[in-house]
C-alpha cells in the first residue's frame, strides 16, 4: 500500500532531462515533502535540478536520482514598507520563468541573467552568472536541507562561503528555497536589458544547440578558458556526434546523437592539448555523473 508520503518513482532516460540531450536509464524519485527528503537522505543518491550544466552516462547509473517536486516550484511577492520588493522562489522553479515574472512585476535585479537554463536551485548551486554578481550572491538568504541537522534551515548570503561556481553548502545539502530583495522598475526599460543580455548571449553562445554550457572553468580571473581554446584552434573538433562549437570554444554540442563517451573523449583531447601548449590544467564546470573524463592529461606530452 503507498503511504501519501511516499515519493513517485518511475524509469526514465537521462537524455529527456538534460540540456545535452545524453545519458541513459534511472530510478527518478519525485520529491515534495521534508518527511520524503528526511527519509531518503540516508541513501545513495544524486540531484537533479534543471539539467543544464549536466553529462550522464550512456548506461544511467545504478543509484537513484532525486528531484524536487511541483511543491518547490512556486513563488511569492511581497511589498515592503520601503518601496522594495522581496520574491521568494522555490528551487524547482526553473530559472528563465522566474527572470520573466520579474519582468512583468517591474521587478529589477535579476534581468541580466537572461539565457541562462537550468532551475533556480541548480543556478544557486552553481552560482551561475557573471563572477562577483552570480546569482547566489544576490540572494537575501537561502532555505536549504541540513543533512547533518537532519532539517530545513533559513541561512542569509554573508553566512554562506560562496565562490566561483559554488554556493559552499557542502554534500548532501539541498537548496530548497531562496528570497531576493529587489527594486522596482519601468517594465519596458527592464525588457529592454533582458533582450540585450539574452543577444549578447545569444551572438557569442550556441543556444540553439544541445549542450551543457561551459565546459571548463575559467583558469583564472581574467584568463578565459573559451578565449584559450580559440587561440589554440579547437573549434571544429569533434569525436562522433560531440563536436566543439563553432561559435564558442568552450561550448561542446551534441550535432545528432553523441554519446558520454564521445564527449568525454574530445574533453581529453582538448585539456591534453591545452597543457601541452600553455602548461595550462582546464578544470571542469560541467558536472559528469557515472562517466569519467581522463585527469591523467598532464602525463602525455607527445
Known sequence: MTCATDPQARTVAMANLTSFGIGGPVELITIDSL??????????????????NLLVADDGLPEPVLTLGRRYAGCHWQDLPDGGLRLRAGAALGLPGLIQRCLRRGAAGLE???AIPGSVGGALWMNAGPPGRGLAERVRRLRWWCPQERRARWSWREELPLAYRGCGLGEGAVILAAEFDLQPGPVAALRQRFLAARQLKADSQPLASPSAGCVFRNPAPGQSAGRLLDELGTKGWRCGDAVVSAQHANFIINAQAARASEVCALIDRLRRHVWRERRVALEL???CWG???SDDFRQNDH
Open 285 to 287: 564546470e560541467i558536472v
Open 291 to 293: 562517466c569519467h573524463p
Open 112 to 114: 541580466d541573467l537572461a
Open 35 to 52: 518527511d520524503q527528503l528526511a527519509a531518503l537522505s540516508d541513501r545513495p543518491q544524486r540531484w537533479l535540478g534543471g539539467g543544464a
